[in-house]
């Protein structure tokens, strides 16, 4: 007869840690899926796009991509490979809505053109949903999503 091999694990985590505690954590996450900008009204066909997304209405909120802009040409579709993350963070909360507010800019000199401003609701626990705009001449795609995590 062929010896059974167990192997014994050790405890290694370190004191305190939560990671075991099962408790109401939540990660909320924005990604852009796609952008597409179809009229221009200015002289030029190039958009310069960035976004702003926050709990707050801040002109410092968290700005993606935060330096730089997003160039796009008239007609073309922008699809970031796997998603462009525009928000995250983790929250404590057992049910219910989370409030984002979410623009989008058009990068000028003199002042940024807002294409669309909206309050995105996330529900707690929530798998990934798509939401669409369409407003001022751009298409917008994002995914949304509330899922509970143990981290």
Partial sequence: MSKRVVRRYKDTSAKGDSSKIEGNRHFIRVDLVSLKMEERTEIGLRSEIFFRTGKTK???????????????????VFKPAGGLNLYSEF?????????????????????????????????IGQNKD?????ENG????????????RF
Avoid: C, M
């Fill in 58 to 76: 801040l002109k410092r909120g968290t700005r993606s991509p935060s330096n730089g802009s997003i160039y796009i040409e008239k007609n073309e």
């Fill in 91 to 123: 929250i404590d909360q057992e049910d219910g809505d989370v409030v984002i507010n979410f623009q989008i800019f058009e990068n000028d000199v003199g002042k940024d053109d807002e294409i669309l401003e909206t309050k995105l609701n996330i529900k």
């Fill in 130 to 134: 798509y939401l669409s705009f369409s």
């Fill in 138 to 149: 751009a298409k917008i795609k994002i995914a949304v999503s509330g899922k509970k995590t």
